[in-house]
């Protein structure tokens, strides 16, 4: 069965620095992984996903994610935070033998201070 | 403009009365799907569906119906709400579910009050 854990509920940095956004995994199977943002009183946009090729994935707006099968994670990163990062990101898993099916993780809320 | 549209974007209602929440894509999409999102939950699947005509039980069924008579549209049915489905709602779609790596493109939502 497959499960995605976020690790922070909640993640404050100042614009200009760096972002971290963790990410961890199950699935008995090569996962397909991506990660979702939601900004306030919006729908959910694709930022990026892995499907099995290269580990390290670049999205849309400089976010990046790293697959690391050793550590069960996908977490998300940018060098430089941007006010325009604040948003809710959403973790998530499926499985190419459970097709059907997408997990979504509980969501991180960034925040960007000035 | 390729996009999922919802409405109503806003609803508050009475419990047991009848409501149904549309969903539409421009995009020739096979995959549908409808999401609650609760605080601190995340998303949860509602119901899906393959095809027309073809839809199953996601992981929050109980209290929604859900019908694709046509590939495009997917409404969200609530026969008698009650409080506890307050909630906020999406819809979205994909070209295919095969492979579980289909990007999923997200309505707008919907924002559900059952007093």
């Known amino acids: 069965a497959q499960s995605v854990t976020q690790l922070d509920s909640h993640v404050s940095v100042s614009e200009g620095t760096p972002v971290l956004l963790r990410c961890n995994y199950s699935?008995?199977?090569?996962?397909?992984l991506f990660w979702y943002v939601q900004h306030p009183n919006k729908g959910l946009q694709l930022l990026l996903k892995?499907?099995?090729?290269?580990?390290l994935v670049k999205g849309i707006n400089g976010f990046e994610a790293e697959f690391k099968k050793s550590e069960t994670s996908f977490h998300l990163t940018k060098p430089s935070a941007h006010m325009s990062d604040a948003a809710e990101y959403f973790c998530?898993?499926?499985?190419?033998?459970?097709?059907?099916?997408?997990?979504f993780g509980t969501g991180t809320r960034l925040q960007v201070f000035p | 403009e390729a996009q999922v549209t919802q409405n109503p974007r806003y609803l508050i209602t009475v419990t047991g009365k009848k409501l149904t929440v549309t969903c539409s894509q421009n995009?020739?999409?096979?995959?549908m799907s409808w999401y609650r999102q609760d605080p601190g939950l995340g998303l949860r699947q509602i119901y899906y569906?393959?095809?027309?005509?073809?839809?199953d039980k996601g992981d929050v069924p109980e209290g929604y119906k859900v019908s694709r008579k046509e590939k495009r549209n997917f409404p969200l049915i609530l026969e008698s709400p009650s409080p506890n489905q307050t909630s906020l709602y999406f819809c979205?779609?994909?070209?295919?579910?095969?492979?579980?790596?289909?990007?999923?493109?997200f309505g707008p939502g919907t924002r559900l009050t059952v007093l």
């Open positions: 995009m020739n999409h096979e995959y």
């Open positions: 892995y499907t099995s090729a290269a580990t």
């Open positions: 699935s008995s199977y090569s996962p397909s």
């Open positions: 998530v898993v499926s499985s190419p033998y459970n097709t059907d099916k997408l997990i």
């Open positions: 569906s393959m095809n027309v005509e073809v839809t």
């Open positions: 979205a779609s994909s070209l295919s579910i095969a492979g579980g790596s289909d990007t999923q493109y």
